[in-house]
């Protein structure tokens, strides 16, 4: 079985969050939506894991459940789900936490409490590196 790219992982639950959001719609509670989207992933294949722990070290002090991020997806992305009507610049500045402090790569912000779920998921990043692109040149031999 071939590993995912993070982004090609990303799409897949966007497309959830979407397929999710014009079925339901907003208002509904996060625990809610953490729930339906994790079955929606799941039915697409994907390996998800709820509510995971994070460590967090400080000063020779160990904290096991320093915070839980609410969904990991193929233990490469990082989804943290709000119901919220304004996300808060801490909202945004948490994920980026967690995706420092676990090591992850890419890390999905999704409130679904917007009309639009296009305009309620934001992607942030920690050094990951893009997918590389297929080469352009044609496998036909040249003329010549």
């Given at each position: 079985m071939t590993q995912k790219h993070e982004n090609d992982i990303s799409y897949l639950i966007r497309k959830a969050a979407y397929t999710l959001h014009t079925t339901l719609g907003p208002g509904l509670l996060e625990s809610v939506y953490e729930?339906?989207?994790?079955?929606?992933?799941r039915k697409l294949g994907l390996d998800v894991k709820t509510q995971v722990a994070?460590?967090?070290?400080?000063?020779?002090?160990?904290?096991?459940?320093?915070?839980?991020?609410d969904l990991l997806v193929e233990n490469?992305?990082?989804?943290e789900l709000?119901?919220?009507?304004?996300l808060l610049e801490i909202h945004h500045m948490q994920l980026l936490t967690y995706l420092r402090l676990s090591?992850?790569?890419l890390g999905l912000?999704?409130?679904?409490?917007?009309?639009?779920?296009?305009?309620g998921i934001?992607?942030?990043?920690?050094?990951?590196?893009?997918?590389?692109?297929?080469?352009?040149?044609s496998s036909a031999p040249s003329a010549g």
């Open positions: 729930t339906l989207l994790t079955h929606e992933l994070l460590p967090v070290v400080y000063d020779g002090l160990r904290l096991e459940n320093g915070f839980r991020m490469k992305v990082v989804v709000k119901s919220v009507e304004v090591g992850y790569k912000l999704i409130n679904f409490n917007v009309p639009y779920i296009k305009s934001f992607r942030k990043v920690n050094g990951l590196e893009e997918q590389s692109a297929p080469s352009a040149k």
